[in-house]
DNA sequence: TCGATAATGAACATTGTGTTCGATAAAATA
DNA sequence: TATTTTATCGAACACAATGTTCATTATCGA
């Protein structure tokens, strides 16, 4: 029944590793945090009072969230909470925006190595067991009170925007090589990515903003009954069946655990 | 094929008077402009200088929004292009986003008077033959320099907001009547509404996003290929068709100008 | 014309931002 | 350990924007 929306997942599963915007790490402005993250790992040394430091800021926000909401932080507070000096803040970030991007690269850090980690102990030289999208509302759940401090708010657009670029960046060329094989698929293909993340994100944040009365396992199966058949249609009719006979299940070339060394390489240093 | 969102709509159309969410009118805080105009449509007074002076501000805040976008401008902005005095500002809103609401709420005034004289003119004494969804696109088009402006920005989260209470005011009631007849639709009614206001919003803000590649005509499409199966699929297998019955195509009681002048009525003055 | 009321604008207090710089402390290095 | 390098400190500062106050002036409705 679910085959469409199995079929995307598998293929969007393999083909994460084949391609990496740039653009989706940060919006704009942080991209010294990536150039340190990126020094950190390739040489393997960072002053001790750097990362002492970067960790006290990012406590102290994240802290500060859950109990007051981004929105009301002042750069002083967290000065304050993480017992650091002025100058020193603003030798590491620009604002307080950056500061809070360069905390959700670590949640999503700590999401993609979590989701490597499921991934190696189920690997049985199939193609991955994984369900992503459940796996993201478990992660969205054990996090709740920081998602739920920030999204909604009015900075929280930023953190959606990211989100919602994170994903599409994970989406867009499966979906694009499903789509390739329809002449002309009814919807544009640009469209039904946006749409597919925007309903994932809309689900998230309901699930959010209502205190999670249902299980992660719950949403996922909502989320699947929603979208499949819009894929479907998005697709055009059902002929588009036939088209997934292109897609073989097994993975290509190399192993999987070849594709998941290079999933964790391309979430540091891009190049640019 | 479409019956089922056609249904939808039909009785959306219909219940749309039989509600009203005072708290949907505004988020929070300018429960003073909401007044003020009440004051207006009832006493049928208000001072010319009292109107100037607001028109001034939200033509001055309209512009410079399209010049520089909305994050960008300060009070004294429009304080300068409205050649008006500090401490009037103050004295009309609290602050620069309550302005911004307060002419959100024109520009959704100026809709809902667009569709009643559209429904007026096309009313045959049947049910209304006007889509919303296609006006609500067209709408958008022809306002597309502002929205854009606003829409996706950091602020732009409080009007989409907005819009979004706006929407789903509009639809739960239809929806939650349609659900009534299923025993235990698989997915909760209160999602699905969610869903489908987000789903709309989304194509929108797409739309916008993307320079309106596609008309009005092509959006509303793609957002009934989109959705339909999904409102079916949310209300479980196929067997809610026969739900529809209970509703006939009539309108229960009265005219439907009589409806539709309750219409015009709950945009002013709801009883808080 | 007159009383009421809105607009004016300058002055002010306040808050938060982001920068600068010499002194100090703590790392890395040899 | 001695030396060099580098991060932190913290107070002072300039600045930008907010929102308030109040005596004065202009404009309105009747």
Partial sequence: MNIVFDKIIT??????????????SLPNKSASSVRQKCR????????????????????ALMSLIMEKGYE???????????????STFYAHYRDKDELLLSSFEHLRDLFEQQQ???????????DPEVNIILE????????HKL?????????????????????????????AKLMKSRKSPPVPIEITTHYLVSSLISLITWWLDNNMPYSAEKMDEIF???????????????KEINGYD????????GSVKAFYSNFIDRNCCPEQ
Avoid: W
């Fill in 11 to 24: 293929i969007f599963h393999r083909s994460v590793n084949n391609q990496y915007d740039p653009d989706c």
């Fill in 40 to 59: 950190f790992m390739k040489e393997k040394k960072e002053d001790r009072r750097i990362s002492r430091t970067r960790k006290l800021m990012h406590e």
């Fill in 72 to 86: 009301d932080i002042t750069v002083q507070d967290i000065l304050d909470r993480a017992d650091a000096g002025r």
């Fill in 116 to 126: 490597q980690a499921l991934f190696a102990s189920r690997n049985t030289g199939q």
């Fill in 136 to 143: 993201l509302f478990r992660h969205t759940g054990e996090h």
């Fill in 147 to 175: 998602y739920k401090a920030i999204a909604g708010k009015k900075s929280g657009e930023m953190i959606l925007k990211y989100l919602h670029r994170y994903l599409k960046n994970l989406l867009i060329v499966p979906v």
């Fill in 224 to 238: 699947r009954i929603l979208t499949t058949s819009s894929i479907e249609a998005a697709f055009g009719n059902n």
């Fill in 246 to 253: 292109i897609f073989s299940n097994r993975h290509p070339e």
